[in-house]
């Protein structure tokens, strides 16, 4: 059974920083060679933030989140984290850790992700 679980959302001021955790089980017996951070915010389509390769740690972000937020995997844990920094009111959303497999780089298109975690909510005051 494939289990994603997000933790380490809640509010902060804008400029502060977040860490979000995504425990991971299951998923890499999927064949599952990409993990990533989506979000959506209220009224808006979901859309990628970051991603990683399992295999060999390459990287990916979304032109919002270059230069702020940073992506790892911890494989020992099973665990991918989302370090968000200089946090903006723009950045308000559920975030969802997913795991899939990708041809090649790893993309930011959620239909190729079809493992999906609860969601965990940010929310950056100004």
């Known amino acids: 059974q494939v289990q994603l679980v997000e933790s380490g959302g809640g509010s902060v001021q804008a400029g502060g920083s977040l860490r979000l955790s995504c425990a991971a089980s299951?998923?890499?017996?999927?064949?599952?060679?990409?993990m990533g951070w989506f979000r959506q915010a209220p009224g808006k389509e979901r859309e990628g933030v970051a991603t990683?390769?399992?295999?060999?740690?390459?990287?990916s972000y979304a032109d919002s989140a270059k230069g702020r937020f940073t992506i790892s995997l911890d494989s020992a844990k099973n665990t991918v984290y989302l370090q968000m920094n200089s946090l903006k009111p723009g950045d308000t959303a559920v975030y969802y850790c997913?795991?899939?497999?990708?041809?090649?780089?790893?993309?930011?298109?959620?239909?190729?992700?079809?493992?999906w975690g609860q969601g965990t909510r940010v929310n950056v005051s100004s």
């Open positions: 997913a795991a899939g497999y990708n041809h090649g780089r790893c993309t930011m298109i959620p239909d190729l992700f079809p493992y």
């Open positions: 299951g998923v890499f017996f999927t064949g599952s060679n990409c």
């Open positions: 990683i390769a399992r295999s060999h740690g390459s990287t």
